[in-house]
């Protein structure tokens, strides 16, 4: 796979697994990604392909960063798309590819609780107990199964919430 990506032009465009394998998520994140922010708008062939430009792809890696390293929720890289644009994050994306350690994330303006990156792994520990043998469970269909994940997101956001503001209390 990695062949296949260093023969690809800069400027072609990617297929998810493409996407996934570069940025190190799960293609079904992604997927998720697009339906939570809709600056994510990859190219759709025919049998709903994806395909995406270089620009999503920066995009992608910018949210990855947001979410991953520095701990955003979804919510907070909404606002940070909202307030401070895409280019912003696709540029936080860039800076990620280069590796800078040392960059600041975006200011937010009310104290968003840093315990995404632990829900995040619990959901992606989640969803591989409830859907790893055979893709989904009988009777289940994609759109119900969408639901579902994005719904546990929220929760497992909601309960590091919670965790947060109690050890604020106690301290």
Do not use: C
Not at 147 to 155: D, I, R, S
Request: hydrophobic content about 40%; overall charge positive.
């Amino acid at each position: 796979m990695a062949s296949a990506l260093a023969a690809k032009s800069p400027e072609a465009f990617r297929t998810i697994s493409e996407v996934a394998a570069e940025l190190d998520v799960p293609q079904h994140v992604l997927r998720f990604w697009e339906s939570r922010f809709a600056q994510i708008r990859p190219v759709k062939r025919a049998g709903g392909r994806r395909y995406y430009r270089p620009e999503d792809v920066e995009l992608l890696r910018g949210i990855r960063a947001l979410l991953y390293a520095d701990g955003y929720t979804i919510k907070g890289v909404q606002k940070i798309l909202r307030e401070q644009g895409i280019r912003r994050v696709a540029e936080l994306g860039r800076e990620a590819l280069r590796g800078r350690p040392g960059r600041k994330a975006p200011a937010e303006s009310d104290a968003e609780p840093r315990y995404a990156r632990a829900a995040i792994a619990r959901v992606h520990a989640a969803h591989a107990n409830i859907f790893s043998k055979g893709g989904s469970r009988p009777g289940l269909e994609e759109a119900a199964r969408t639901k579902l994940e994005l719904l546990l997101a929220e929760l497992l956001q909601m309960k590091a919430r919670l965790r947060a503001g109690r050890e604020r209390v106690q301290v």
